[in-house]
């Protein structure tokens, strides 16, 4: 008994981090795309850059930002990596568009 706990327990403890880990990731995906809404909303209601880069920054830490106009849309890309560990990186995207002019 006590050699089939021993064998399993690693495996066990191995799944639980990378479930958790996979949460977390879930988790900074959805502050990504949060951000990038809010970026592409103030850049349609005629805010700077600044501002936009600093609502994804205030919802989603460090990530690189790029906006650009597709005719009457104002579009941000998001990008960061997420950290599971110190072994895995997962590259993470979001994009968000508003309508540009709007109130």
């Known amino acids: 008994m006590a050699a089939e706990l021993?064998?399993?327990l690693p495996a066990v403890?191995?799944?639980l981090l990378l479930g958790a880990g996979a949460l977390g990731t879930a988790a900074k995906l959805v502050t990504l795309?949060?951000?990038a809404a809010d970026a592409a909303r103030l850049l349609g209601r005629g805010e700077s850059e600044g501002a936009a880069r600093a609502a994804?920054?205030?919802s989603a830490g460090s990530a690189s930002v790029s906006s650009e106009a597709r005719g009457e849309f104002i579009c941000v890309?998001?990008?960061a990596d997420a950290q599971i560990g110190r072994l895995i990186s997962?590259?993470?995207a979001a994009?968000?568009?508003a309508l540009a002019g709007g109130l």
């Open 95 to 97: 994009s968000s568009c």
């Open 56 to 58: 994804v920054v205030a």
């Open 6 to 8: 021993a064998l399993a």
């Open 33 to 35: 795309q949060d951000g």
């Open 13 to 15: 403890v191995l799944t």
């Open 77 to 79: 890309h998001v990008h």
């Open 90 to 92: 997962i590259p993470l």
